[in-house]
């Protein structure tokens, strides 16, 4: 659930150096067991630009490797099923998919993806293996020396700006674009958006009301900033951020630390605070830390439990939002009855 840059080895990237400059060469061809690609109602060559290189897209894909987060339910969303994504073992069935991704794929009447191993380095040698013709990392972590590896596979787009930052939103738009399906992808968000927008409306109770999100890994805690996209999610449906968030986030990253002595100087209307278990959340609540901060006092902490739940909202994706809706709401509510 914490997605966050990951930093390689120089010495893992050599490893794998020889295979990806050996196997640069990828098929076009597509595969019928595979889901259906990307169609031609787009224009070709189309250039995307991204933080680690731009990428010049000759034709519609017919081979789509997606890698990180939210790539793939961004395809999917469209219509197309890539043919390996990254497994996700956070929330994900034993296979590595998460259910609303499962969902997708059956819909669309699609074969399973090959589930390419999560690691901190990408598993060059399954990617290419699939031979694919073009690789989506749109939220992703990756580095530029691995990105230029897997651009000898095949053409990859990366994040736009930072990594583990691309808002859900500029997912779907850059995805769109990549394999020629901006309608698509535009319709995709007008739906989207005609649902948040009808949940905010349908509470007006959020409207102006400050909140933090954060979570505690292993008795570290993390708050997320101003420009990650699950506080994002929570700034759509009404929520603004308060001043303790933006003074903690001066790095520029998609988080900030604190420690427990601090805990306290996170100030906000409401905490949405993300849980693997009620029973972490519980041991997580009984802390001497956790037990200084007003919302903890007040009972204006939104927790959100269990680890589908908060992959669905943590960042959202296309297809996951509205999955996890219903249940980020029901808790919004409760926290915020209790604001004075």
């Known amino acids: 659930m914490f997605r966050r840059h990951r930093v390689a080895t120089l010495a893992a990237i050599a490893a794998t150096a020889a295979l990806a400059l050996a196997g640069c060469s990828s098929s076009s061809g597509s595969d019928s067991s595979t889901a259906p690609a990307s169609d031609s109602s787009g224009s070709f060559p189309v250039t995307v630009q991204s933080a680690l290189g731009d990428v010049t897209i000759e034709s519609a894909p017919e081979r789509i490797v997606t890698l990180g987060w939210g790539s793939n339910d961004a395809l999917l969303s469209m219509g197309i099923a890539p043919v390996g994504m990254a497994k996700q073992s956070y929330g994900g069935d034993e296979n590595g998919v998460l259910p609303w991704t499962q969902e997708a794929i059956d819909s669309l009447g699609a074969a399973e993806p090959t589930m390419i191993t999560e690691s901190d380095e990408p598993a060059y040698e399954e990617i290419q293996a699939l031979k694919p013709d073009l690789i989506l990392a749109v939220y992703s972590g990756l580095t530029q020396d691995q990105y230029d590896?897997?651009?000898?596979?095949?053409?990859?787009?990366?994040?736009?700006?930072?990594p583990w930052s691309t808002p859900w939103r500029d997912v779907v738009t850059t995805v769109g674009k990549a394999v020629g399906q901006e309608q698509k992808a535009a319709d995709v968000l007008s739906s989207i958006d005609d649902e948040i927008t009808t949940v905010a409306s349908e509470n007006p109770q959020f409207e102006g009301k400050s909140v933090a999100?954060?979570?505690?890994?292993?008795?570290?805690?993390?708050?997320?900033?101003p420009s990650d996209p699950r506080v994002g999610f929570l700034n759509d449906l009404g929520f603004t951020n308060p001043q303790s968030v933006t003074d903690a986030s001066t790095d520029g990253s998609f988080f900030f630390q604190l420690s427990n002595e601090k805990l306290d100087s996170l100030t906000s209307d409401v905490l949405v605070y993300y849980a693997d278990s009620q029973e972490s959340y519980d041991a997580w609540l009984a802390t001497?830390?956790?037990?200084?901060?007003?919302?903890?006092?007040?009972?204006?902490?939104?927790?959100?439990?269990?680890?589908?739940?908060v992959a669905s909202v943590s960042p959202p994706t296309a297809l996951s939002l509205t999955?996890?809706?219903?249940d980020t709401v029901k808790a919004l509510d409760a926290a915020v009855a209790n604001v004075k």
């Open 288 to 309: 001497p830390a956790a037990q200084t901060m007003q919302q903890v006092k007040d009972g204006t902490v939104a927790p959100l439990i269990g680890t589908q739940l």
């Open 149 to 162: 590896l897997l651009s000898q596979i095949a053409p990859t787009v990366a994040y736009p700006d930072a």
């Open 213 to 225: 999100a954060a979570a505690d890994f292993a008795g570290t805690f993390y708050g997320y900033s």
């Open 323 to 326: 999955w996890g809706l219903a």
